[in-house]
């Protein structure tokens, strides 16, 4: 049975960080590409970050570029999202989701493992 867990969210101020956590357990960790991605009250889910399976490519939303980074340990099954310079505008509930292959600069259509969320607040 597969299981995706994100931790790691909670309010902070505009200005601040957060490091979203995400650990996979019940597949083979490196078979996937991950990625995070953040639905906002009223709004559709979006892309925030993906990263192949061994770490070395990475792919950001233009929104996030230059203040989140994406990066993965295999050795712990784990996902991390470090972001900096928050904004309110980056409030949302982020999700980590698992998927085969590599889309490069493109957002995987339908990723086959997604967790339950963890909620980021950012305040003004």
């Known amino acids: 049975q597969v299981q995706v867990v994100e931790s790691g969210g909670g309010l902070v101020q505009a200005g601040g960080s957060l490091r979203l956590s995400c650990t996979a357990s019940g597949l083979t960790f490196d078979d996937y590409a991950m990625g995070w991605f953040r639905q906002a009250p009223g709004k559709e889910r979006e892309g925030v970050s993906t990263i192949n399976w061994s770490g070395g490519s990475t792919y950001y939303a233009d929104s996030v570029k230059g203040r989140f980074t994406i990066s993965r340990d295999n050795a712990k099954n784990t996902l991390y999202l470090q972001m900096n310079s928050l904004k309110p505008e980056d409030t949302a509930m982020y999700y980590c989701?698992?998927?085969?292959?590599?889309?490069?600069?493109?957002?995987?259509?339908?990723?086959?493992?997604w967790g339950q969320g963890t909620q980021v607040a950012v305040s003004s």
């Open positions: 989701a698992a998927w085969v292959g590599w889309y490069g600069g493109r957002w995987p259509p339908h990723p086959k493992y």
